[in-house]
């Protein structure tokens, strides 16, 4: 079972804003060759980094809404929400050491 968890509208409130751990929100879309490149490091963080911070997809076609509400002009767009409120955004495809660079900071309750 992948550790990323495809959110939508509805469920984000739930998903990401009440979320106890930092969570990486990747906003992506099926056309997209970069995102598609990006799954096996996100995929790769999400087990290392289990249960100190969540992974989080937004197919930004079924949810321009959610989209919309954080700026996504760019796909893949990465935004690490933590306590309600954007901390990191990158936009890009992203490597396993991008990624970890990033979330290390995040992790195990650190900031």
Known sequence: ?????????????????????PVLVDF???WCGP???SVPA?????????GEIAFVKVDID???KLAEAYGVQSVPTFILIKDRE???RFIG??????????LEPYAGGSQ
């Open 42 to 50: 996100l995929e790769d963080a999400a087990r290392e980094f289990e």
């Open 93 to 102: 495809q992203v490597s396993r050491g991008k990624l970890a660079s990033v």
């Open 1 to 21: 079972m992948s550790l990323l968890k495809v959110t939508t509208v509805d469920r984000f409130e739930d998903d990401v804003l009440s979320s106890s751990i």
């Open 35 to 37: 995102c598609k490149a």
């Open 28 to 30: 992506h879309a099926a």
């Open 86 to 88: 954007p901390v990191e």
């Open 62 to 64: 079924q949810e321009p």
